[in-house]
């Protein structure tokens, strides 16, 4: 902290000021991106010169005590290498100097031995536990989503162009929903494809019955007096017979794929969502 701390603090301050200067951009994501990153690196800081310079002296005192890293934190090493000895001999008869020259040298140092404080270790201890509680809670509550008008200045005329349109226009957009790989002729199936759909028109982005659906419509057709005459029919022969009738072709025609004898291969039923998904 004595040597480097008075540059650490220069850049931190200036790289701060730097993305704080981007809050002044109109465009949306500008701007949360230099706040967020303007914090983060505050933070950052204040956290390498207290937390983190704290962990560092405690792992500098297992080392002068020889101790060994790890689960063995209690067992202590002797001296093998050759060099230790003259090493160690050598740092105690020529120790390093460090001299404060400078205000900015003095104030670290003083800041260093503050730290190093009982009380002051405990507190920092305390408030990093706190805050990393705070924020693990705070991030629980995070939602995310693609919001187009972000990206456009504020004032912008397609921004308002957008809200506008957004306000006074109920547009809904189709989803198409694909059956396929399964036995569609069978009641069992078709039962639970009209499940299916009941459950994605329940979700509040949907809301409404799809307009057409085959597999809904045909069920409401054999009731008809039209069909009463093919009722005892295989499923395949009365699709192909409905199919036949130049109104339930133009209709249905291009949401259902049958084969030969009639049987379904792939079907689709369109359902309307609303724009608020988008």
Not at 137 to 156: D, I, M, N, W
Not at 187 to 215: H, R, T
Not at 228 to 237: A, F, K
Request: glycine share 4%; with cysteine; proline share 4%.
């Amino acid at each position: 902290m004595e040597d480097i701390g008075s540059s650490i603090t220069v850049t931190t301050i200036t790289t701060t000021l730097a993305f704080l200067l981007g809050l002044m951009s109109t465009v949306p994501a500008i701007f949360w991106l230099c706040l967020y990153a303007s914090l983060t690196i505050m933070i950052d800081f204040i956290y390498q010169i207290t937390f983190f310079v704290a962990i560092l002296v405690l792992d500098e005192r297992r080392l002068q005590a020889q101790r060994i890293s790890g689960r063995m934190c209690c067992l202590t090493r002797s001296i093998s290498s050759p060099g230790d000895e003259e090493i160690q001999a050598s740092a105690r008869v020529n120790p390093i100097k460090i001299t404060n020259n400078h205000f900015a040298d003095r104030a670290m140092k003083w800041y260093a031995e503050q730290l190093m404080r009982p009380i002051v270790k405990a507190m920092v201890l305390l408030i990093f536990v706190g805050a990393f509680g705070y924020c693990t809670y705070r991030a629980s509550l995070l939602t995310q989503k693609l919001e187009v008008l972000e990206l456009f200045p504020e004032g912008s005329f397609v921004t308002s162009a957008m809200e506008n349109l957004y306000a006074n226009q109920d547009r809904n957009f189709p989803v198409e929903i694909i059956f396929r790989g399964v036995n569609q002729s069978s009641p069992i199936i078709q039962k639970e494809m009209k499940d299916f759909i009941s459950d994605i028109v329940e979700l509040p982005a949907f809301g409404q019955e799809p307009p057409i659906c085959w597999v809904r419509d045909f069920e409401i057709m054999k009731d008809a007096a039209l069909f009463e005459t093919i009722s005892d029919l295989p499923h395949g022969q009365q699709v192909q017979y409905a199919l036949s009738i130049p109104a339930i072709q133009e209709a249905y025609g291009d949401d259902i794929v049958v084969d030969k004898e009639g049987n379904i291969g792939a079907s689709r039923c369109i359902v309307l969502a609303k724009n608020s998904v988008l």
